[in-house]
């Protein structure tokens, strides 16, 4: 069924507008306010995902969800990345990146069950996908590789590829930096930043300066307790030149998100922290943006993108929505009505695969907050499993049951939500 949203949006102007816009799920289609992250694509198309949906935003008014039932989409990407090359790439249950407008999934399993944390693209063939501690992996489109044993077992926050195709690896927990060319390892520190003697560190953000290609911009915390306070640092990969800058400066900590490190089209840095909003630095001069000096909701920013009109696209992951923010007042973006589809009803989708064995997917839609439960019988009433049995929001589910241990059979799977209550059959064949 049809429900129509007639809510004001601000959406299309290439006239300068307010300095800030909120979407969230009160004012948008985006369902949740936990939004990862969102990327632009060549054709100023927007996508953004949420932890219970994906939509692609076309200006001036199109929304389109991406993670429905007939779509190569699931389950919404947990994050989107962009490559030198403008393409846009997903990760979530599977991989996969955007050509012609068409989303093509990797075929090849992933080399991690906990799926994909980062991504670089060094050529048209060749891709580097960092896991959750699970490694390094370079992928040919045929197989994975593993490189490096188990040097980058870790939480890869970020991999950047340098003009001379060196791979420099960014880590969580203690892994460090480390700069990888040909088959060759090199730890990258210096005495008082993100080194083995200066405390457990966190590896966070890598940015290659737009006008010194040379110049690495560097981000870390400390996880552990330090008197080393440096969270900031330039890197000179030329010269192995080091200048570090004191946190304590200007009481700040770096959110640890692998996407809170960008600059903008003025070469300006802008990143995202923890506690204290968003933090700009431009030739050596810091400055803050806050929810007591700006029209930012809160001080957590979990990511950050910056579009072609130079607006800045700041995800408040759990909380807020997006917040776009353009110093120079918004561009491309202004007030319209929109429709959108959704649905008024409870939906309960056939198991995929079906048959199956031993493991299939169930999915489910709730037009509205409800407890739910959803639960596997066999043919005559025994309750087999429990798979769902919580208070939800509204929103599309999806979930795995596994049937080891059980005989080939028809099952029964039924979900009740309130007063609602619907089953479904499946097979299993062994």
């Known amino acids: ?27 948008s289609p985006i369902i949740s306010n936990k ?52 393409t846009i790439w997903a990760a979530g249950d599977n991989l996969y990146y955007l050509k012609n407008g068409i989303w093509i999934e990797i075929n090849d399993s992933l080399p991690s069950n906990d799926g994909i944390s980062a991504i670089a ?13 699970n ?8 197989q994975w590789i593993k490189v490096g044993n188990d040097l980058f077992n870790y939480e890869i926050n970020q991999i950047i590829i340098d003009s001379s195709n060196s791979i420099w690896i960014a880590m969580d927990d203690g ?73 304590a400066a200007v009481n700040s900590r770096v959110l640890p998100s692998k996407l809170v490190l960008t600059n903008d089209q003025n070469n300006k840095k ?14 050596g001069t810091f400055n ?13 920013v979990w990511s950050l993108m910056i579009d072609s009109y130079n607006n800045k696209w700041i995800s408040g992951y759990p909380n807020y929505g997006i917040a776009i923010f353009n110093e120079n007042g918004i561009v491309n973006i202004t007030s319209v009505d929109y429709n959108f589809n959704s649905t008024q009803d409870f939906q309960l989708y056939q198991n995929y695969p079906n048959p199956f064995n031993p493991f299939t997917k169930i999915s489910y839609q709730i037009p509205r907050q409800g407890f739910v439960t959803l639960k596997i019988f066999d043919v005559l009433g025994r309750e087999i499993a429990t798979l769902v049995n919580e208070e939800k929001p509204e929103g599309r589910y999806e979930v795995n049951f596994s049937a080891t241990g059980l005989t080939s059979g028809v099952y029964i799977y039924r979900m009740q939500v309130n007063d609602f209550i619907t089953s479904k059959k499946m097979i299993l064949i062994k």
Request: glycine share 6%; charged share 15%.
């Open 1 to 27: 069924m049809k429900l129509i949203f007639s809510i004001i949006l601000f959406i299309t102007s290439l006239y300068p507008q307010n300095e800030w816009l909120i979407l969230n799920k009160n004012n």
């Open 35 to 86: 939004v990862y992250n969102s990327v632009q694509d060549i054709d100023g198309n927007y996508y953004i995902n949420t932890n219970q949906s994906f939509f692609k935003l076309s200006p001036p008014n199109n929304w389109v969800r991406l993670d429905t039932l007939n779509s190569v989409f699931t389950t919404p990407p947990f994050r989107l990345f962009k490559d030198k090359f403008n």
């Open 121 to 133: 693209v060094e050529d048209t063939n060749t891709i580097w996908c960092g896991t959750y501690y």
């Open 135 to 142: 490694g390094l992996y370079k992928y040919d489109f045929n």
């Open 175 to 247: 892994g460090g930096l480390v700069k990888l060319t040909g088959s060759d390892t090199v730890r990258i520190y210096h005495p008082d930043f993100i080194s083995p003697t200066s405390g457990w560190t966190s590896t966070n953000g890598l940015l290659i300066d737009k006008e010194n290609q040379n110049k690495l911009l560097i981000t870390a915390e400390h996880i552990m307790p330090h008197t080393n306070t440096n969270f900031l640092a330039e890197y000179d990969m030329a010269n192995d030149n080091w200048t570090l800058y004191d946190s």
């Open 270 to 283: 802008w990143i995202g922290t923890m506690t204290t909003g968003i933090l700009t630095f431009d030739n």
């Open 288 to 300: 803050f943006i806050t929810k007591d000096n700006s029209g930012l909701p809160e001080n957590t």
